[in-house]
Antibody, heavy 121, light 108 residues
Framework: ELQLVESGGGLAQPGGSLRLSCVGS????????MTWVRQAPGKGLEWVSS????????VYADSVKGRFTISRDNSKNTLYLQMNSLRAEDTAVYYC??????????????WGQGTLVTVSS | EIVLTQSPATLALSPGERATLSCGAS???????LAWYQQKPGLAPRLLIY???KRATGIPDRFSGSGSGTDFTLTISRLEPEDFAVYYC?????????FGGGTNVEIK
């Protein structure tokens, strides 16, 4: 069974940093593109960032470009999202998910359970 | 970027009724690259439909997708109690991928 499990969420101050992790199992992690999608409280879904399977290519939403960095450690089947210079508007549940194939745009399945990031002083 | 507009925002129906959800795109969605997701409170989204009309693994056949170009539809033929949830459409025709604002299907 394909499974994704996120961790690392919590409370951060404006301007602070957090690193999210997502461990994948049940599939060949190092050949698969991966993606982060977020959902602000009571709001819809927003694509954040994606990375190719071989780690050579990354893309970001304009809202996080220059502040967030997506990366992966294929030896640990783990995806990361380093979030710096956090703002109140980054408050959201962050989901790890797997594009069907294309890291630049595809449908997403499965999804992790999500991890809540709250940015507040 | 392609903006997706879902309507109605809320749909109040009874179990057993037919639900028709719409998703309109600001530009043509190439190759029918559109997906639908179901989300229940406190849970992650679940893929229902991809490529506009293909059901994901394990999705009951009461869920069907149709449409092309700028107009897409998700139909639930007969609502079951577990179908009351929020539904999102998503396009992957062009970067960045974008999601619609959602339709909340609630019990009447």
């Amino acid at each position: 069974e394909l499974q994704l499990v996120e961790s690392g969420g919590g409370l951060a101050q404006p301007g602070g940093s957090l690193r999210l992790s997502c461990v994948g199992s049940g599939f060949i992690f190092n050949s698969q593109a991966m993606t982060w999608v977020r959902q602000a409280p009571g709001k819809g879904l927003e694509w954040v960032s994606s990375i190719s399977g071989n780690d050579d290519n990354t893309v970001y939403a304009d809202s996080v470009k220059g502040r967030f960095t997506i990366s992966r450690d294929n030896s640990k089947n783990t995806l990361y999202l380093q979030m710096n210079s956090l703002r109140a508007e980054d408050t959201a549940v962050y989901y790890c998910t797997k594009p069907s194939w294309n890291y630049e745009g595809d449908w997403f399945d499965p999804w992790g359970q999500g991890t809540l990031v709250t940015v507040s002083s | 970027e392609i903006v997706l507009t879902q309507s109605p925002a809320t749909l109040a129906l009874s179990p057993g009724e037919r639900a028709t959800l719409s998703c309109g795109a600001s530009q043509s969605v190439r190759a029918r690259y559109l997906a639908w997701y179901q989300q229940k409170p406190g849970l992650a989204p679940r893929l229902l439909i991809y490529d506009a009309s293909k059901r994901a693994t394990g999705i009951p056949d009461r869920f069907s997708g149709s449409g092309s170009g700028t107009d897409f539809t998700l139909t639930i033929s007969r609502l079951e109690p577990e179908d009351f949830a929020v539904y999102y459409c998503q396009q992957y025709s062009s970067s960045p991928v974008t999601f619609g604002g959602g339709t909340n299907v609630e019990i009447k």
